[in-house]
């Protein structure tokens, strides 16, 4: 099994600055995502409107002419040829990730597969100076979570303590 | 000193007791086996961490991270699909066929509990509800040999925090 | 355990995925009246205009309908239902036995009678057959006239409309498609529709449809004008497809009551689409919504309770697009409630671009967007939860 | 041993010595040390690690590795020159008071600070409280894994003896021992040997010198070997010498679950059945109570119960009478166990129950009687004295600190080529090498993994994670290296248990040797006395150097 990626924006670190969208247009398509200011509301959910490549997505599954597949690699991507441009997907899709071209087809973030391919991250990623946006695996984002967790809850348990419940010494 | 996170289901809650833990996976191996999780998802984990002080002493602590169930859930809140749901007796409920594996569930949760595996749809700890429906503990409650894992009424619980508390006050008067 | 899956629209076809998914060991028979394989009907105003080649209908190849237990019956439409004996006789005499049924068999466009409806001038668009048909016909037709303005006649409109050739609209209601959008939106889409050569016949009805001069034909208006026409397009509404049924002890209304289930009144009897009837997301009423996406969704829903799932299904969000060329409208939920609703309205007429929010004892209740509809999805998130919006700046702030 | 339901109701004071009560066996006593926290208890924790006990203690002291004896005499003399000690039970219960200030009174506290890097406040403190608090002394192992282990033993019991807190509630001296076993309720003698059989007297080989033994042994030599319920290959010293060893039998049977290290060394592996499907009995190391085991599944295939495998084989060796067919695990555990012993009531539900009182009483040693020809405690050894006439070894009749073997005090030459010190816990994961196979554990523990000081890493260049080489001239064993201070600099952890085929195995790098008191020569013996002569194996007698692989 390949292990599923995906786009996390740290709205913590975002400041909003567009340079990711920027970045995406920058290929030669509509932007793919989207970023509201993390100013307007901190640490939110649905900062980052971008496609979040579902494992059953909505988006595939209410496309008339099965425009939109899921591929092996877990990537969500359409095959322009089909779309007639009726953008279920768009109403369908809660997280914003479909974006539609001037001539009113489909088009949706890739993950930059063809950077990928060439060793290089994501165009928005790589755009991003403060580290906001980041490509994670879904498995180990819940393992850095918990340690970030842990060690916050460390400082606060020795802070509450006094300095820690021990006194150590040795060699 | 303790923190008590405490998530309830019906008659029983769960008293995670962080000063108690010693960081021996009891409770990760119970969990898996009871509810049959392959390698991978971990809808228990105890996480460990060191800081050292001024001095160079050594502090530890263990942090058993589970889903919390908690009362206002920010996972419920983004789910799109609303696949996670408060159910009758206040846990976190996931409806599995309402998943589609977004993971928007997994960047809102403070505890990380939000799990994908094989089939890179979200699973997490369930509260051990149905065990509970049969008054038996949790399974990470029922083999934590340190008592920092404790499945009882909030009455039994409470007894137990304040009897432990009231003893420690008498010591310290003597 | 064998299924029987009456009709593969998108409710049939999300239904088989499911049972498949859920059950592998399920023995599936799909049945459509229609013959050939599936085609997307909400794709053929595409075909018909020649934006989409006929190989594109097909949602699936035919590979993907070729698995074990699954068996294909196109072109024999269920004529009765023997409940009980747990049988679907079809029109070819053959009777199917099931353990849970699906009743998908969706809509038909609606008649009504008029002098001269059965000229052969007069058509309706619905299947892939009247696609085929028209796609001939139209080839050489310069005046076009559409009996109605809902969602039926726009489709057809947007099929035929092309350059030498004017669509009338004959729109018994002040503006067109009236049960989806406001006077503002329709105003906007309208306006478009005009410059590729529609014409619009407001608070009028046909009267009648006589033949000639010649190939042609002409349409009588209640006001007494009379359109001359090559093609007359009868699209007036959708029906449930529910005749064949007769007297079969199903509850029904508008349409086949389910419950949260989506089972009708009769145990291991299930329907989805346009053939039943649901409560309104917002509103909490019974509605029949004949929304492509609804139907996946109870179709999906209906599958995975069949093969023994309980899924509730979510009462019906109804969300559609409106699509002409590039231009775009979108209307979410119930934006034509009236009752204590406030009603938030951004017009940008040089623009073209409208967005209206609809907001009833602090909810948002229906949206409408024109020309720019980047926030569909997110509005219909807030719908389906039923978030408390204190005002619009409010709804804006949250979508991206 | 005093019971912890005992203790923990009682005690003002835990001092654990060398002991993760966090890990090892941490279902037995762990809760019982929380209880009388919250009671207001003090814990004293000695342990070079942090374990996860000690970051519960109140005070920490981390002697550098195998100089525990040092700072037990340092602790005595301490509390004696500031006059806390017990002064009315030493001249009532114990001898050799005098002799034992002979040698702890040349350890001021700066000289055992010198010796194990624990500050001096910080021993006068520990000392301090554990004299003046009604204290309990709770004995592991970690202390005892090195050459003079015996010795620190001794010192630290002696520790105890001097504050008088032996035999009282909440204050005693606790050795992991297998109170059931030593007391005589268990009376294994009777099952070795069924009454009325003649079976001769075999010679014992240690458990410290297994390989060299198996090659020493002679008249007759040692052809053949049948193991079962242990590991001769994973957790035996020189673990590359035992299977050279192995190689040289003629015939090699293991009994067992699971393909393991020694399995793929067996000439024949016999399946055995698991607990589920035999009757057992289960004592423990740190408390007092026994549980029946019931078997509650048929074994499974060709399986059997270990007891009806060593029947059979005894009945084709002509021992058929004593042997009865019928009987079932129940019987031979009847034969184990006293006659009055209520077997009914020590088997789920009912079980466990506690041990007969005459055996294992609440609180030993309440009388200050003890089992020495003086009944007292002997500060200065006279058993000691004593089999130093019939054995050769270290028979030191009071206890001193002797540097190990193979440390950086014991071996300063070998020191200078592998300069870091090994110490190789139990992982709370693992029954040392049980379970080791399991994929759940797999996940837990995940990949072989070794403690390295920061500053010792840093020297070598090594970052977190870094695939890494443990070695000396013996061999050599990858795996990864974490960097924590939970480890003292020029100290290494590698958890004991490890397989061998799964890498990360600890037992490959150390030479085989026996902790005294008892010098046990090539390993094959004629007799042994377990509560005197010692020898445990000193697996933490280790110096390695450590380099990025």
Redesign the interface.
Known sequence: MTVKQLLHLDPQRCDGCGDCVTACAALGHPARLRVRSSAANPGANGALACCRHCERPLCAAVCPTACLQVGSNGVVLPRPERCVGCRLCLVACPLGGMVFDAQGKAGKCDLCLELGRRGHPPACVASCAKGALQLVDLGNQSALQRRALAEHRGAHLKHHLGGGPSRAGGA | MREEIMMAAGETMLLIDQSRCVGCHACETACKMENNVPPGPRWMEVVEHESVDAAGDVALSFLPLNCRHCADAPCIAVCPTQALARDGLGLVRLERERCIGCGECLFVCPFGAPQFGEDRLMQKCHGCRERRARNLPTACAQYCPSGALRCATPRELSHLVRTSRAALGAARAD | MRHVVLGAG?AGL?ALASIRRADPSARITLVSGEPGPPY????LP?YLSG??SGR??Y??PASWYRSPGVELRFGDPAEELDLPRREVLLAGGDRLRFDRLLIATGSRPQLREAPGIHLPQVHTLWTLADARRLRRKAAGAQEVVIWGAGMVAFLAAKALLAPGRRVHFVCRAEHLLRRALDREAAALLEQVLEEAGAVLHRGVNLAEIRPGPGKRCRVLLTDGRELPSDLVLVALGVLPNLDWLGDAPLARRQGLLVDGSLETSASGVFAAGDVAEVPDCITGEPVVPAL??VA??QG?VAG?NMAG?R?SC?PALR???I?F??Y?V?T?GCPLLQDGTVVHRQLDRARRTYRCLVLSRGRLVGAILAGD??A???L??LL??GVRVADPDEVW???? | MQTPEVWSRHTELVLMWGCNASAAGIHQEIGYLYDAMERGARLIVVDPIVTAVASKAHLHLRPRPSTDAALALGMINHIVSRNLHDQDYLERHTQGFSQLMEEAGQWTLERTREVTGVPEGLIAQAAEEYATHRSLLECGYGHQRYTNGHRTQQAISALAAVCGHMGQPGAHCNFMEVGAAYTGFLNSARVQNPPGADIKKTRLISISHFGPALRAAQDPPIKGIIKWRGSLITQQPDARGMIEAVKGLDFLVSIDQFLTDDTDWSDLVLPACTIFEQWGVHPSYRHQYLQLQVPVLEPQHESMPDIDFWAELARRMGYEAYFPREWTGLDWLRLLLPDDFPLEQAMHPHGPVRLPERFCPPVPNWDGNFQTPSGKIELYSGVYAERAQRFPGEWDPVPRYVPSAESPDGDPERAARYPLLVVSQHPATRTHSQFGNLPYIQEIEGPATAMLHPDDAAARGIAEHDRIRIYNDRADSHVLAHLTRKVLPGTVELDSGRWIKTGGNVNLLIHPRAAGPRDVGDGVMAEYDMQLDGHTIPYFNLLVEVEKA
Request: glycine share 2%; proline share 7%; hydrophobic share 45%.
């Open positions: 998108p999300a997307a009907r909400m794709a595409y934006e989409l594109l209908l949602p699936h492509w996406s996946v969704d999906r995975l799932h899924l979510d969300a559609n697009t699509v060329h590039r775009v979108a979410l509809v980047t569909a999805g997110y219909r998130t389906r939860r702030e949250a979508v991206p």
